[in-house]
């Protein structure tokens, strides 16, 4: 009676294993423009047996557009090694916010597939425009000859230098 069963579990584990084969890749991670527009694709490819699309698409789930479908009501069919790629190409509502999207494929016969890809906001740098002299002046080349309002590479001295608060004078005793 065990050697039924397991003959049995084994059959259904064989069985299932050449649907399970496709294979569904989406991006964890992407960075949106300045703007807050991204894109980016998501690939889905059929192994071992052809597969039969029922629909697939994206959906916006934080922060971002609401999302497309398509629609292949069971009749389009991936033959084994054959693709299937989606450009996804949405925007971040709140450019200042990440987001979050729901990739997906739903197959006919067999299962669905789905993965979250989050929209990282831009971050784009703004140099600091630090002068040779005066308090907002990089005390590392303070005094040295150079260019007198031009962009340089900010240091972490030059930074707490400029946002630094006047001293107070300690309370008489």
Not at 126 to 130: D, K
């Given at each position: 009676m065990k050697v039924a069963h397991v003959a049995f579990i084994l059959l259904l584990l064989g069985a299932s294993s050449s649907a399970e084969a496709h294979?569904?890749?989406a991006p964890d991670t992407v960075t949106a423009l300045a703007g807050g527009a991204f894109q980016y694709t998501w690939?889905?490819?059929a192994v071992g047996v052809t597969?039969?699309?029922g629909a697939a698409g994206w959906t916006g789930i934080i922060n971002t557009t609401p999302g497309v479908m398509s629609e292949g009501r069971c009749t389009y069919l991936i033959p084994p090694g054959g693709q299937l790629q989606f450009i996804v190409s949405g925007s971040l509502i709140n450019p200042a916010l990440a987001g979050k999207t729901q990739n997906w494929i739903d197959?006919?016969?067999n299962f669905s597939y789905l993965k979250y890809t989050v929209i990282l906001p831009s971050r784009r740098r703004?140099?600091?425009?630090?002068h040779d002299e005066g308090a907002g002046a990089d005390p590392d080349r303070r005094g040295?000859?150079?260019q007198p309002s031009a962009t340089r590479p900010t240091s972490w001295g030059a930074v707490k230098a400029r946002f630094r608060a006047p001293r107070m004078a300690p309370f008489p005793s």
């Open positions: 294979t569904f890749e690939v889905f490819t597969a039969k699309v197959e006919c016969e703004v140099p600091i425009p630090l040295q000859s150079g």
